[in-house]
């Protein structure tokens, strides 16, 4: 029902895949091979990035491609659609706008994580997430709440959904993330109902940020409440490829949690 997925970094490494950005075709073709069905890439700058060249390898392994995190140019440019500078703020917009054209042809989701900014102004988060939004209606926008460790901007799916609420954009929906739940939600099952058909993405870990199955959460309150609300999505493993890179590659084994 659901496809499961690895990241895979385009241009600059990222912790939560095994796969350096210059070997990114071999980490698609070792994704397929282990039985994955879909892949969320990791693209800093789109425009830097030949999607023909993607969309082609893509065919060869047989992956979908599902949806963009975009958080490394917060990482390593500073960006933040909430920030104070106007022309940092107008950058973040434009950047986002740029994954949204990237992703229109394959039908995958863009993903607002980090990039909203740590500590900035909600006001003009929500100004910029209309912006974006209004870019272009057909592509979706996952808006990620975070743990309170990391932003001080909406950590909660309550905060989430009131935000999204106040943009009123039909394309904003919430990228449920169980490692960010385990710390700011009661209880799992009730934050994915509430959240319901706005739910666009997921994204999987353990409570250690482990590969699901190396820490105690609740996998298969998670597949209920899933299956409760009919996803349809993607279920992308956001970990550290701990205990160990061959462990998260296996997608049996995370398939297993799900079943009990």
Known sequence: MWSYGIIIPLQDPTPFSPFQPER????????????????????????????????????????RFVSITTGQAAGIEGLSLSSPDESVRERAVARIKAHMEFARPFGAVVI?????????????????LRECAAHDPEVKLAFEPLNRYETRLVNTVAEAL???????????????DTFHANIE?????????????????????????WVPGAGHLPFGEVLRALEGIDYRGGLILECFPKPSPERLLSPDAIRALFRH
């Not at 282990?34 to 425009?47: H, Y």
């Not at 009131?162 to 919430?174: D, K, M, Q, R, S």
Request: a negative charge.
């Open 185 to 209: 939600e009661p209880r799992f099952g009730d934050s994915i109902r509430v959240v319901g058909k706005r739910l666009f993405h997921v994204h999987l870990a353990d409570s250690n940020r």
């Open 162 to 176: 009131e935000l999204i609420e106040e943009v009123g954009a039909e394309n904003l929906g919430i990228l449920f």
């Open 112 to 128: 607002v994580g980090s990039l909203r900014g740590a500590d900035g102004d909600r006001r003009l988060l929500v100004e910029s």
């Open 24 to 63: 990114w075709r071999e980490g698609l073709s070792k994704v397929a091979r282990a039985g994955f069905t879909a892949v969320e890439l990791a693209i800093t700058d789109p425009t830097k990035v030949n999607r023909d060249e993607v969309a082609e390898a893509l065919r060869e392994v047989g992956l």
